[in-house]
């Protein structure tokens, strides 16, 4: 996937000499959370929430409200998973997108940006899910794959889908294979079977989530 080609252009940043009236206008226009502000030589200052804007008084320079900024972005070679841990972190749906000069180069949406999530194969190939867990010093990537990949399967995507009291819970994508044989390794190896799922069951409830959520969104 080229993330580049998602950078949208159509809203420009504000300046902050602009009136916050101009801002408030544009998010009655827009479903965005964020405003890009930006100064006079076109440098990138952060971005105005919505909940921040309707605060002001519509006759106050954007400049003045200063301290409400806040100056999330990523930059174009940032991987989409960063990208959408930084979405995350900032609560936002849009992201503004700088060059390695920190040249404002346009923004991403968060709908975009789940959209791809759901185009890998985690989501878009057949297979097993197998929630598995073990303490955080025990556990090892290099030794989930090596489990997998020893019973004939293929590890189509794996991440940390929760952490608590020094326990890491991993949710695993496997296909080319049942579980059965799978999950008796990892009890071998002191893993924790918390559930497998022979179908897509649980990747359908996930893709539901994710579609709420874009629609949520775009309410």
Known sequence: MNLPDYVINDIKPLLNTGLVSDLQLLFNQLTYSHIPIKNEDGVYLGCISENDAHCFQKVEVISDCAYATEGFFVRDDTNWLDVLEAFAQNSTNIMP?????????G?????????????????????????IEKGLPD?????????????????????????????????????????????????????????????????????????????????
């Open 97 to 105: 997108v700088l060059d390695s000069n920190s040249k404002y180069l």
């Open 139 to 219: 556990y090892s990537f290099s030794e989930i794959s090596q489990i997998v990949e020893s019973n004939d399967g293929k590890l189509y995507g794996a991440f940390i889908s929760k952490i608590e009291n020094d326990i890491a819970q991993i949710t695993l994508k496997i296909g080319n294979v049942g579980l059965s044989e799978i999950m008796q390794t990892f009890r071998r190896y002191s893993y924790n079977i918390v559930s497998g799922h022979e179908e897509d069951s649980y990747i359908d409830a996930l893709k539901e989530r994710s579609d709420y959520l874009n629609k949520y969104l775009n309410m």
């Open 107 to 131: 923004y991403y949406e968060l709908n975009d940006i789940i959209g791809l999530f759901n185009e890998t194969p985690f989501f878009a190939e057949n297979g097993a899910v197998l929630i």
